[in-house]
C-alpha cells in the first residue's frame, strides 16, 4: 500500500502514526514472505491466461478451418455462400471483444458478463456437434440408428452454434486475454516489437497444431467429429475460469471510451454542418468545433484525444482491403485447395494443411527479425521503420492475389478426377494442392510483416491512457476487413452473374476474381505509401491535452460570454492559458 503526502492528509494523523510506527527491538523481523507469494501467484496466473488463450484459439481456428467444407458439403451451400459464411464468423468473432468489453464496462459488470460468455461459448460448441454429426450412419454400441435433422432445423441450429460462439470468444478475449493484460507501459519501441512479433508467433505456433490435428480428423478420421474437438476445447477453457476467476479479470485503464470518441465526430459534424460559427469562430481542426468552449458538447480533454486518434485513422482505413486479403486463406484459397488434387502418394492431405504453408513465414520470420534487429541496435543503426515494413507487407498480400489467379488459370488447365471429401466424390482438378504453395507464402509473409508493426504503430503514437481506445480500433478495422470482403465477394457473384466465383471452378472465372482483387490492393499500397510519412517517426508520441476541472469551467464561461459579446477576449484567453 503507498501511503499518500502527509501534507495532503491534515486528519490522518492517527492513520499515518500506525503506517509510521517504528518496529519493537526484542520482536524478531518476520520472513519475507510477500514477493516470493506474489510472483508465485503472478505465474498462476500468467499460465491459466495462456491456456485459456491456447483454448479459446483452439476452438476459433478448429470452427474456421470446417465452416466451409461443412455447408459445401453437408449443407449443399455455393462457394460465395459458404465464404461469406465463414467471412461473416471471423469478422464477428474479431469485432465482439471490443463491443462485449464496452458493454461490460458500462452496463453488467465485467464479471457477470464473463460468465454469460463462458456459457454461450459452451453452448455454442455444443450446437455445432449436433449439427456436424454424420446423422445418416450413427451408432451407439452395437446398434444402428437412423436420426436425420431436416434440412432448415439444420440451418437454424448451425447459425445459432456459430452466434453463440461469435459472443462467447468475444468476452473471453475482451475480459480474460486483452493486450492491455500484458504490462507493456514502460517498453521501448525495440522491446515493443519483440514483444508483439513473440505475440503473435505464438498465436500462429497454436494455429498450426489446430489447422493440422483438426483439419485431419474433421476429412479424414471421423468425417463431422471435427466439430467435437471445440466442444472439448472449450471445457478446458472453462477449468481455467473456475481456477482464477477473480485473478484473470483485467480492468483496463480508465481514458476514454469508443462511445466518447464516435461522439466527438458526430458533434464536430453537427457543428460544422450547422455552421455555428458565431458561438466558436475559427478554430485550428475541424474537431475543435466540438469543444464546449467552441459551442459543442465535449471537455477539452476528450477532444484533443480524439484528435490524437485521428492522426491514426488512415492507418485503420488502409488496413480494411489488406484484411480483406488476408481472409482469403480461409475463402477464396481455401476453395481452391479444395478444388485441387489432395492426394500425396495413397494419403489424402487435409486441407488445412495448405494454411499451415502460410503459417511458415509467421514461425520463421519473428526469430529472423528479433535477430536482426538486435544486430542493427548493437550496430547503433536504425532498423526499418515500422510504416515502411507495413508497405512491403502490403505489396506482398498483393503479389500473393495476383499469384493466386495466375495460379487459377494454371489449375484449369489440367484435367478432372474424383476426389472424395467428407463422403462426397467431387470433381476436381488434377494439379497438385502445392502448386499452390506460393501464395500462401506470400501472404503469410504478408501477415508477419504488417500486423505487429500496425500493433507497434498504434500503440507508441497515443499516449498511454488511450492507448486500449487505439488498439480497439485497429481490431474494429481487422473485423471491418473481414465484412468488406464477404460484401465484396457477394458483388462480385451477383454482378458477374457467378462467373467470377463460381461453384463450379472449372466452369467459371474465379481468377478474374483474384486480379480485381490485386488490383484493389495495389491502388490501397500506393496510397499507403503516400501517407507513410507520418509514421516514420515513432519517437514522437502523441501528447493529449489534460485540463483541471477548474480550467474547463473557465472555458465554458468563457463561451457564454462570447455568445453574448460581453468579454475582453485578450485579457480572458490569457487568463485560461495561466490556469493551464
Given at each position: 500500500?503507498?501511503?499518500?503526502?502527509?501534507?495532503?492528509?491534515?486528519?490522518?494523523?492517527?492513520?499515518?502514526?500506525?503506517?509510521?510506527?517504528?518496529?519493537?527491538?526484542?520482536?524478531?523481523?518476520?520472513?519475507?514472505?510477500?514477493?516470493?507469494?506474489?510472483s508465485r501467484k503472478k505465474l498462476q496466473v500468467i499460465i491459466c491466461v495462456l491456456l485459456v488463450e491456447l483454448c479459446e484459439r483452439f476452438t476459433f481456428f478448429g470452427i474456421v478451418c470446417n465452416t466451409i467444407l461443412f455447408c459445401t458439403v453437408k449443407l449443399g451451400y455455393d462457394n460465395y455462400l459458404a465464404a461469406t459464411v465463414n467471412l461473416c464468423f471471423i469478422g464477428a468473432s474479431t469485432l465482439t471483444p471490443v463491443l462485449v468489453g464496452w458493454f461490460a464496462e458500462t452496463c453488467l459488470g465485467r464479471s457477470k458478463v464473463l460468465y454469460i460468455c463462458a456459457f454461450l461459448h459452451f453452448f455454442?460448441?455444443?450446437?455445432?456437434?449436433?449439427?456436424?454429426?454424420?446423422?445418416?450412419?450413427?451408432?451407439?454400441?452395437?446398434?444402428?440408428?437412423?436420426?436425420?435433422?431436416?434440412?432448415?432445423?439444420?440451418?437454424?441450429?448451425?447459425?445459432?452454434?456459430?452466434?453463440?460462439?461469435?459472443?462467447?470468444?468475444?468476452?473471453?478475449?475482451?475480459?480474460?486475454?486483452?493486450?492491455?493484460?500484458?504490462?507493456?507501459?514502460?517498453?521501448?519501441?525495440?522491446?515493443?516489437?519483440?514483444?508483439?512479433?513473440?505475440?503473435?508467433?505464438?498465436?500462429?505456433?497454436?494455429?498450426?497444431?489446430?489447422?493440422?490435428?483438426?483439419?485431419?480428423?474433421?476429412?479424414?478420421?471421423?468425417?463431422?467429429?471435427?466439430?467435437?474437438?471445440?466442444?472439448?476445447?472449450?471445457?478446458?477453457?472453462?477449468?481455467?475460469?473456475?481456477?482464477?476467476?477473480?485473478?484473470?479479470?483485467?480492468?483496463?485503464?480508465?481514458?476514454?471510451?469508443?462511445?466518447?470518441?464516435?461522439?466527438?465526430?458526430?458533434?464536430?459534424?453537427?457543428?460544422?454542418?450547422?455552421?455555428?460559427?458565431?458561438?466558436?469562430?475559427?478554430?485550428?481542426?475541424?474537431?475543435?468545433?466540438?469543444?464546449?468552449?467552441?459551442?459543442?458538447?465535449?471537455?477539452?480533454?476528450?477532444?484533443?484525444?480524439?484528435?490524437?486518434?485521428?492522426?491514426?485513422?488512415?492507418?485503420?482505413?488502409?488496413?480494411?482491403?489488406?484484411?480483406?486479403?488476408?481472409?482469403?486463406?480461409?475463402?477464396?484459397?481455401?476453395?481452391?485447395?479444395?478444388?485441387?488434387?489432395?492426394?500425396?502418394?495413397?494419403?489424402?492431405?487435409?486441407?488445412?494443411?495448405?494454411?499451415?504453408?502460410?503459417?511458415?513465414?509467421?514461425?520463421?520470420?519473428?526469430?529472423?527479425?528479433?535477430?536482426?534487429?538486435?544486430?542493427?541496435?548493437?550496430?547503433?543503426?536504425?532498423?526499418?521503420?515500422?510504416?515502411?515494413?507495413?508497405?512491403?507487407?502490403?505489396?506482398?498480400?498483393?503479389?500473393?492475389?495476383?499469384?493466386?489467379?495466375?495460379?487459377?488459370?494454371?489449375?484449369?488447365?489440367?484435367?478432372?478426377?474424383?476426389?472424395?471429401?467428407?463422403?462426397?466424390?467431387?470433381?476436381?482438378?488434377?494439379?497438385?494442392?502445392?502448386?499452390?504453395?506460393?501464395?500462401?507464402?506470400?501472404?503469410?509473409?504478408?501477415?508477419?510483416?504488417?500486423?505487429?508493426?500496425?500493433?507497434?504503430?498504434?500503440?507508441?503514437?497515443?499516449?498511454?491512457?488511450?492507448?486500449?481506445?487505439?488498439?480497439?480500433?485497429?481490431?474494429?478495422?481487422?473485423?471491418?476487413?473481414?465484412?468488406?470482403?464477404?460484401?465484396?465477394?457477394?458483388?462480385?457473384?451477383?454482378?458477374?452473374?457467378?462467373?467470377?466465383?463460381?461453384?463450379?471452378?472449372?466452369?467459371?472465372?474465379?481468377?478474374?476474381?483474384?486480379?480485381?482483387?490485386?488490383?484493389?490492393?495495389?491502388?490501397?499500397?500506393?496510397?499507403?505509401?503516400?501517407?507513410?510519412?507520418?509514421?516514420?517517426?515513432?519517437?514522437?508520441?502523441?501528447?493529449?491535452?489534460?485540463?483541471?476541472?477548474?480550467?474547463?469551467?473557465?472555458?465554458?464561461?468563457?463561451?457564454?460570454?462570447?455568445?453574448?459579446?460581453?468579454?475582453?477576449?485578450?485579457?480572458?484567453?490569457?487568463?485560461?492559458?495561466?490556469?493551464?
Open positions: 500500500m503507498v501511503v499518500g503526502d502527509p501534507n495532503k492528509l491534515p486528519d490522518g494523523r492517527g492513520q499515518l502514526r500506525r503506517h509510521f510506527r517504528a518496529p519493537r527491538p526484542d520482536r524478531a523481523p518476520r520472513p519475507e514472505h510477500g514477493p516470493t507469494r506474489k455454442g460448441t455444443a450446437m455445432l456437434p449436433v449439427v456436424a454429426f454424420p446423422f445418416e450412419d450413427f451408432y451407439i454400441d452395437t446398434r444402428h440408428m437412423t436420426h436425420q435433422l431436416e434440412r432448415r432445423e439444420q440451418q437454424i441450429l448451425f447459425y445459432t452454434g456459430l452466434l453463440a460462439v461469435a459472443l462467447g470468444i468475444g468476452g473471453i478475449r475482451a475480459i480474460l486475454c486483452p493486450m492491455g493484460a500484458y504490462s507493456l507501459q514502460c517498453y521501448n519501441q525495440h522491446q515493443l516489437l519483440s514483444f508483439f512479433n513473440w505475440f503473435y508467433w505464438l498465436v500462429n505456433l497454436n494455429s498450426t497444431v489446430v489447422f493440422l490435428g483438426i483439419a485431419y480428423i474433421q476429412q479424414s478420421v471421423a468425417k463431422n467429429l471435427g466439430f467435437l474437438i471445440p466442444f472439448t476445447s472449450v471445457l478446458l477453457a472453462l477449468i481455467a475460469i473456475h481456477m482464477m476467476r477473480n485473478n484473470l479479470t483485467y480492468k483496463p485503464k480508465k481514458g476514454g471510451s469508443l462511445l466518447t470518441t464516435l461522439g466527438v465526430f458526430l458533434n464536430s459534424l453537427k457543428m460544422c454542418c450547422l455552421h455555428y460559427r458565431h458561438l466558436s469562430g475559427d478554430v485550428g481542426s475541424w474537431l475543435d468545433r466540438a469543444k464546449e468552449n467552441n459551442g459543442g458538447r465535449y471537455s477539452e480533454t476528450h477532444v484533443e484525444n480524439v484528435k490524437v486518434l485521428a492522426k491514426l485513422f488512415p492507418l485503420y482505413g488502409l488496413q480494411l482491403l489488406y484484411r480483406a486479403c488476408i481472409t482469403q486463406i480461409p475463402s477464396g484459397y481455401y476453395i481452391q485447395t479444395m478444388n485441387s488434387n489432395l492426394h500425396l502418394a495413397s494419403h489424402l492431405l487435409p486441407i488445412g494443411a495448405m494454411n499451415v504453408i502460410s503459417i511458415i513465414p509467421l514461425l520463421l520470420l519473428a526469430p529472423l527479425i528479433e535477430c536482426v534487429t538486435t544486430c542493427y541496435l548493437s550496430a547503433e543503426k536504425a532498423p526499418l521503420a515500422p510504416a515502411k515494413v507495413i508497405t512491403l507487407g502490403h505489396a506482398c498480400a498483393t503479389l500473393s492475389v495476383l499469384v493466386a489467379g495466375l495460379s487459377e488459370l494454371h489449375r484449369r488447365s489440367y484435367p478432372l478426377v474424383e476426389q472424395t471429401l467428407s463422403g462426397k466424390v467431387l470433381q476436381v482438378s488434377s494439379m497438385p494442392c502445392f502448386h499452390l504453395a506460393p501464395q500462401y507464402i506470400l501472404l503469410g509473409l504478408a501477415e508477419a510483416l504488417v500486423t505487429p508493426a500496425c500493433s507497434l504503430i498504434s500503440f507508441q503514437l497515443t499516449p498511454s491512457h488511450i492507448r486500449g481506445i487505439s488498439l480497439h480500433f485497429l481490431t474494429l478495422s481487422y473485423g471491418g476487413g473481414c465484412f468488406l470482403a464477404a460484401l465484396i465477394v457477394q458483388l462480385v457473384y451477383f454482378l458477374s452473374g457467378g462467373n467470377f466465383y463460381p461453384d463450379a471452378l472449372h466452369d467459371g472465372n474465379l481468377e478474374r476474381f483474384f486480379f480485381l482483387l490485386a488490383s484493389l490492393m495495389a491502388v490501397n499500397t500506393l496510397v499507403f505509401w503516400r501517407v507513410s510519412n507520418r509514421y516514420i517517426d515513432l519517437s514522437v508520441r502523441g501528447k493529449a491535452l489534460t485540463v483541471s476541472p477548474l480550467a474547463e469551467k473557465l472555458l465554458h464561461y468563457k463561451a457564454c460570454l462570447r455568445f453574448y459579446d460581453t468579454v475582453d477576449r485578450s485579457y480572458t484567453t490569457a487568463s485560461i492559458e495561466s490556469i493551464l
